[in-house]
């Protein structure tokens, strides 16, 4: 598990360090994407509404200490402002910020921040070398552009929900917010490639993606089945919609899973179970006459894994090299030796929930490695200094906060989140 303190903003030795972003999003998607980009360097600084802040700071099953547990989860190494951007002060802050920023992202509803005068084009007037950054429910073009859209509706949208679950049951979601934090992914992924291309020109740019293409974008293997035969595949449950052997299977305590993704390992799993014969056998000599066979097939190995522990029947796949697994729960992955070793644990110290842990960086720089400096930010945590940074003096700080143009963060203490 790896630990951080302290309050720098930004990570000096990150790949990013140097990138500055403004964070107008908000829950998942957005912050998904900044938080990407902060564990890597960037100084990411997060503008939040004064009455609430983040929608997800609301969330207020399971709490830390009074701290939503999944706000600390996606908003660490940023810092926070609260600012009233209704405000005609409020938009002027703003703009001082843009003007010396590279990246701004938003995942509003397609027109809300024209509607504050705070769109693409009125803040490329203002630094015309910014990144702008929109992640929305279906994309800023097409017949749906104007709709709002969340997780779920992409999912049943996009048809994800019609692949997952079992044959015959009814649509089921992912078991995680697929499309939201893959297109958090996305969105961090286009602004890297426009930073790069605003390194060697100068010139910003407008990047966008939405929950609808971070769906679509899961169905690689399902859409290829479908424009090459014109059949709509439906759910298969744990099993793959190419490969059999490939799901999972109960044992004598447990579920594994099994991986005999090509013919090589099918050939090692019939050995193990003690059925080399099953590799010469018309039902299930290739892959295609497994996947014709494919009942026929976990029945046949269901009762032979029936007869030993899931752990006893690891060890066998290990020993003979066939990819194989257990089925954990949440806790169990999140503390398994690999997971640690991984560094996928981050511990961190919070002023009010104390001691935090959230998801590592799923990349690995050897260079310029993923850094954790400081947990999630209270609301208005940094306002003070942020507008401090961006000319302000102490006076016109305290005229601001007095007029309710912009919020500090309550001393640790005095209250909760």
């Not at 048809?159 to 297109?183: C, K, Y």
């Not at 850094?371 to 200094?385: F, I, K, N």
Request: proline share 6%; net charge neutral; glycine share 12%.
């Amino acid at each position: 598990m790896q630990s951080s303190t302290g309050t720098s903003p930004g990570n000096a030795k990150g790949a990013l360090a140097g990138m500055r972003v403004i964070e107008l999003a908000q829950i998942m998607a957005g912050p998904t994407c900044g938080m990407m980009l902060a564990d890597m360097g960037a100084d990411v600084i997060k503008v939040e509404k004064i009455n609430g802040g983040d929608d997800s700071r609301q969330y207020r099953d399971p709490l830390i200490n009074g701290v939503s547990a999944p706000f600390l989860m996606l908003n660490r190494n940023k810092r926070a402002i609260a600012l009233d951007l209704k405000h005609p002060e409020g938009k002027k802050i703003l703009l001082r910020m843009i003007r010396d920023a590279d990246v701004v992202t938003e995942n509003f509803r397609k027109g809300t921040m024209d509607k504050l005068g705070l769109g693409y084009d009125a803040l490329r007037k203002e630094n015309p070398g910014l990144i702008y950054c929109a992640v929305s429910g279906y994309g800023l073009t097409g017949p749906y552009a104007d709709k709002g859209g969340f997780d779920l509706v992409a999912q049943g949208f996009s048809g994800l929900m019609a692949i997952t679950g079992e044959p015959g049951g009814p649509p089921l979601r992912t078991g995680n917010s697929v499309a939201d934090i893959n297109a958090g992914l996305l969105a961090a992924f286009g602004v890297l490639a426009a930073y790069q291309h605003k390194l060697r020109t100068g010139e910003g740019q407008m990047v966008e993606t939405s929950l609808l293409e971070a769906s679509l974008q899961q169905l690689y293997w399902h859409a290829a089945i479908y424009f090459g035969s014109g059949v709509s595949p439906g759910p298969t449950g744990s099993a793959h919609v190419l490969s059999a052997p490939y799901q999972a299977f109960p044992t004598a305590t447990e579920w594994i899973i099994i991986g005999g993704a090509n013919e090589k390992n099918w050939q090692r799993i019939a050995a193990a179970l003690g059925k080399p014969e099953w590799a010469e056998d018309p039902r299930f000599a290739r892959n295609r006459d497994r996947m014709n066979n494919r009942d026929e097939l976990v029945q046949c190995m269901s009762a032979i894994l029936q007869t030993r522990s899931a752990q006893e029947w690891l060890e066998i796949f290990d020993d003979a090299g066939v990819p194989a697994g257990p089925v954990h729960s949440v806790a169990q992955a999140l503390s398994h030796p690999q997971t640690l070793a991984r560094g996928m644990v981050v511990e961190q110290e919070h002023p009010v929930a104390g001691k935090v842990r959230t998801v590592g960086m799923p990349v690995k720089l050897s260079a310029t490695p993923a850094q954790y400096h400081r947990a999630a930010p209270q609301l208005g945590e940094d306002t003070v200094s942020i507008l401090g940074e961006f000319g302000y003096s102490a006076r016109e700080i305290g005229a601001l906060i007095e007029s309710g143009v912009v919020a500090v963060a309550t001393p640790p203490g005095e209250a909760a989140g």
